[in-house]
């Protein structure tokens, strides 16, 4: 890298959405920090980026990655929350341990990772751009922990970016996706498996296994649409707030606008639809 090389520091690079968005940084001339949990990155990855274990689940850990990236990098201009997973069931047969764990990695993550780089940003500039979802303003049956825990991210988002309105160069940005072809559906499916079932819900477990619930079967877009739009959010002259990923995410977000008694039956509508769809077209 050269002095004048920006720097990003990305979460959950291992696979899906972020390595797209560790091969697109590096496509435009970025140095890239690509962190995972797991240490099992993609050979290309790792030739092009500078890879590292992180859990932003541990203190210690976050403060030590931020620190070795400015001693070695002098600079830190973009943090990418990405990592991620989700936690699928009714919310009645979900564990609280369960959704404790997921809060941690979806709001507590990009919560300690904001407060360890803003001294430097506050200093130089740069952009915090966190990979939301619809889902965090439009709940959906079967994915309730996983909605809380992204309109929970959301609001922290939100505030940080009116708190630090007015510091030079310093923006805060979501990146708000529908689905994406990923790994997310099955190891969110893998969530289920041990799970005691209340039968009251056996359509939203119908929904999840077999509909496009977590899938979004052809409505999903490409982890390579949403990096791009990460990079765009890192590179905007002047960044939005919010950047939703294609038309059908936009659509899904407004849909909150809607009145209850008219979102409701939406979303039970679309489960339903969508696991008859997907047994018949097996």
């Given at each position: 890298m050269t002095e004048d090389d920006s720097?990003?520091?990305?979460t959950g690079a291992a696979s899906g959405i972020g390595a797209a968005t560790a091969r697109a940084f590096a496509d435009d001339g970025w140095t890239v920090y690509a962190t995972d949990v797991r240490t099992a990155f993609p050979e290309d990855i790792r030739e092009r980026c500078r890879c590292l274990e992180l859990d932003?689940?541990?203190?210690?850990?976050?403060?030590a990655v931020v620190d070795r990236i400015l001693e070695e990098a002098g600079r830190l201009d973009c943090l990418v929350n990405n990592a991620g997973y989700g936690?699928?069931?009714?919310v009645e047969d979900i564990a609280s341990d369960d959704v404790r764990e997921q809060f941690d990695v979806l709001v507590h993550g990009p919560h300690?990772?904001?407060?360890?780089?803003?001294?430097?940003?506050r200093e130089r500039g740069g952009r915090i751009i966190t990979v939301s979802s619809v889902l965090g303003h439009t709940a959906s049956p079967g994915l309730g922990a996983y909605s809380a825990g992204k309109a929970a991210v959301e609001s922290l988002t939100d505030a940080l970016r009116i708190?630090?309105?007015?510091?030079?160069?310093?923006?805060?940005s979501l990146v708000e996706p529908a689905w994406v072809e990923t790994g997310f559906a099955d190891s969110a499916l893998g969530s289920l498996?041990?799970?005691d079932r209340t039968p009251t819900y056996d359509r939203t477990y119908d929904a999840l296994e077999d509909g496009w619930i977590l899938t979004g079967g052809p409505l999903a877009t490409t982890p390579e649409t949403v990096a791009a739009?990460?990079?765009?959010?890192?590179t905007d002259a002047t960044p939005k707030a919010r950047y939703p990923v294609g038309a059908f995410a936009t659509f899904v977000r407004w849909t909150h606008w809607l009145p209850a008694r008219l979102q409701d039956p939406i979303h039970r509508g679309f489960g339903r639809l969508?696991?008859?769809?997907?047994r018949w077209l097996r």
């Open positions: 720097v990003v520091l990305l932003v689940t541990d203190d210690t850990q976050v403060e936690v699928a069931g009714p300690r990772l904001a407060q360890a780089v803003l001294p430097e940003m708190e630090v309105a007015g510091a030079s160069d310093l923006h805060v498996h041990d799970r739009t990460v990079l765009a959010a890192a969508s696991a008859f769809l997907g």
